[in-house]
């Protein structure tokens, strides 16, 4: 087997490993989220012991990363794709954390009637993970095109963040018994305001990877 091929299938596992990191966040985001609609603590805290695995994957694949960047002494597109894995997984990670933040959230509102049903947060969530699943396709695939679209979405996350800020700041006007449990429900909506901003990073490097221009889409 050529050392060119060797590299290839190299390249191909560790944007597997990326993948399946980027599964982890995903379900992560997904069961934070599922135990504060639900207020299920043991889910919570299941995200919460979850949290070890994802940062050791990111160490594993970073460490995968250098050991190839440093063997290979790769050039142009092989090397724009190790950089742009090594950015990918910084930006999975910190998401794993908002995860993380959203499930303690949970718990802290365990013992709290909402003021109302959740609609928004849940929506932000289901509009991150989308985002997430799309922008790692698009990784693979060389997609610079569909990187920028993914990166478009962002915007909806904003304004159901806006719209939770606008319901939090009239809950509390009416009714100072809320106080507590409104900057708990704003700080979990912050968490996953952020995590389309962590998409968008990515997805500025899946530009920068697949074409080698450097953008801002995150404006």
Not at 11 to 32: P, T, W
Request: aromatic content about 4%; some cysteine.
């Amino acid at each position: 087997m050529g050392t060119r091929q060797v590299f290839t299938e190299e390249l191909a596992a560790l944007h597997q490993e990326i993948l399946r990191m980027g599964v982890m966040v995903e379900e992560a985001l997904r069961r934070a989220v599922e135990s504060l609609v639900r207020k299920d603590g043991e889910l919570a805290q299941a995200v919460v012991a979850g949290d070890a695995a994802i940062n050791r994957m990111e160490q594993e694949i970073e460490e995968r990363c250098v050991v190839l960047i440093a063997r290979e002494q790769p050039v142009a597109t092989d090397l724009r794709k190790l950089v742009t894995s090594l950015k990918i997984v910084t930006q999975l990670e910190r998401m794993g954390d908002h995860a993380l933040h959203v499930a303690k959230g949970t718990l802290r509102l365990l013992p709290e009637t909402y003021m109302k049903p959740l609609i928004d947060i849940p929506r932000m969530a289901e509009l991150g993970i989308g985002m997430i699943r799309d922008v790692l396709t698009a990784f693979l695939d060389n997609d610079a095109e569909r990187a920028r679209e993914v990166a478009q979405r962002d915007q909806q996350i904003d304004e159901l963040h806006n719209a939770v800020q606008h319901e939090v700041f009239t809950a509390i006007a009416g009714n100072s018994g809320l106080i507590s449990q409104s900057i708990s429900l704003l700080f979990i909506s912050r968490f996953l305001e952020r995590i389309g901003d962590h998409v968008t990073n990515i997805c500025e490097w899946v530009v920068y990877s697949a074409t080698g221009e450097r953008v801002e889409l995150n404006v």
